[in-house]
């Protein structure tokens, strides 16, 4: 299975300041089409997670453009440019090459 | 509005075999580019993808839960189904269903989540 490891795995934020997280697969996650078959994920507290970004770099409808995906191949990045509150819950990446699915440990963000 | 409502025994005894249905409103599990998945969620940890499968009938399991797995799609009654066969306490989590896509380029992925079942494992 690929394994897709994530960093920080605990993340403090200021309201209004940036915020990174990285995620690494162990496979290469870059399709013969140039796409990179990477997503990511933000569950709530108490909440099913929700889609943020396909293909590594695509905002799901209704997704706010604070958030941004990038990276090729094995190593991707999520950003948030300015944390809110309502960004709090706890991020996962997911692979969409190979199967089976694959998620990342999740990276917890919270509001310092 | 899309809704995914997952449904079937919060608690199940080890060696018996969990069922779940995930019933839909809002639209039809017909729907051409759709399928339908689940993935579950042990308390306090991370996701595991559990498998999916499309309205023909074909589907992708994870092969370390491969050989107690069955999924299910009935049209009639816009929902779809999980079996897990020979459960042990290990088998305990959330389980929430949901909705694939696919995009223009021929990617799939999941977009849309039920909220989540919550099954015990438990003599």
């Known amino acids: 299975d690929v394994v897709m490891t994530q960093s920080p795995l605990s993340l403090p934020v200021t309201p209004g300041e940036p915020a990174s997280i990285s995620c690494r697969s162990s496979?290469?996650?870059?399709?013969?089409?140039?796409?990179?078959?990477v997503d990511w994920y933000l569950q709530k507290p108490g909440q099913s997670p929700q889609l943020l970004i396909y293909?590594?770099?695509n905002r799901a409808s209704g997704v706010p453009d604070r958030f941004s995906g990038s990276g090729s191949g094995s190593e991707f990045t999520l950003k948030i440019s300015r944390v809110e509150a309502e960004d709090v819950g706890v991020y996962y990446c997911?692979?969409?090459?190979?199967?089976?699915?694959?998620f990342g440990q999740g990276t917890k963000v919270e509001i310092k | 509005q899309l809704q995914l409502q997952e449904s079937g025994p919060g608690l199940v005894k080890p060696s018996q075999t969990l069922s779940l249905t995930c019933t839909l409103s809002?639209?039809?599990?017909?729907?051409?580019?759709?399928?339908w998945s689940w993935i579950r969620q042990p308390a306090g940890k991370g996701l595991e993808w559990i498998g999916r499968?499309?309205?023909?009938?074909?589907?992708n399991y994870n092969p370390s839960l491969k050989s107690r797995l069955t999924m299910s799609v009935d049209t009639s009654q816009n929902h779809f189904s999980l079996k897990l066969s020979a459960v042990t306490a290990a088998d305990t989590a959330v389980y929430y269903c949901?909705?694939?896509?696919?995009?223009?380029?021929?990617?799939?992925?999941?977009?849309?989540w039920g909220q989540g079942a919550l099954v015990t494992v438990s003599s």
């Open positions: 496979q290469s996650l870059l399709n013969s089409n140039g796409n990179n078959y």
């Open positions: 293909l590594g770099s």
């Open positions: 997911m692979q969409g090459l190979h199967t089976p699915r694959t």
């Open positions: 809002g639209a039809s599990i017909a729907s051409g580019n759709d399928y």
């Open positions: 499968m499309y309205t023909s009938g074909s589907t």
């Open positions: 949901a909705r694939g896509t696919r995009e223009s380029s021929g990617y799939d992925f999941i977009d849309f």
